[in-house]
Structure formats: C-alpha cells, structure tokens
C-alpha cells in the first residue's frame, strides 16, 4: 500500500498549519463512526444495495445510513443509481473521488486491525 507523495508536497505539508492540512476537510467529507465503513465495504465489493450495505454494518440505524448515504452521495464520493422500479431498487458505488480515498481506508483498516488484538 503505497501513498506516493513528491517530496516538494511532503515539504509544503510539514508547514501547514491545522486548518491549512487538509484534516478538517477529509474528516467533514468521510469522518464519523459510519461513512469509513460504508466507503471501505463499497470499495472492497463494488456496487451494492442498501440491504447489502446495512448488512455489513448491523449497528447503524436505517435512519442513520440513509442520512450518511445521502451525504456520501451529495459530496459526490459514492453515486446512488435509482431504478425507479417497483419494489425499489437502488445501488450504490465509488465514484472516481470516492476511489481517491482507497489507499486512506485501507491504512485505517490495517492500523485498527493491527491494534486491536
């Protein structure tokens, strides 16, 4: 899993400051306790609708992964396909900034898994 940074950015990013780094806005686009899960579990297993994603993360409310889907949706990191079927269909995916976040989530997946032994 390599993060290829040129050393002139990793020069530039030692003098930010907090709010200069990028931090704040990566955590407001996918921070919180459920969008990593649904980014990794998208980027892992491609499409997948919504009973297959509320699946994976049995503890999320149905309330609560609707309204972190539409999020996820409106800053335009996962697309929501609508069928417009009867029952309703729906899908979700990466988009290709959604993908951007990939190698971010893989480090925290391997960080947590390391240490929670």
């Known amino acids: ?8 950015k990793i020069d530039a990013l030692e003098t930010l400051d ?16 459920w969008k990593p899960m649904i980014l ?4 892992k ?9 509320r699946r994976f993360i049995p503890d999320v409310t149905n309330k609560m992964l609707s309204q972190q889907l539409k999020e996820l949706a409106s800053d335009k990191l996962i697309k929501r396909k609508d069928y417009k079927t009867i029952p309703p269909k729906v899908e979700y ?8 976040l990939i190698p971010i989530l893989d480090l925290m997946c391997a960080w947590g898994y390391e240490r929670d032994k």
């Open 1 to 8: 899993m390599d993060i290829k940074i040129s050393e002139t």
């Open 18 to 33: 907090g709010k200069e780094c990028g931090i704040e806005f990566t955590l407001k686009k996918m921070g919180g306790k």
């Open 40 to 43: 990794w579990f998208l980027a």
């Open 45 to 53: 297993n491609g499409t997948k609708r919504y009973g297959e994603i």
């Open 93 to 100: 995916s990466l988009t290709r900034e959604g993908k951007t």
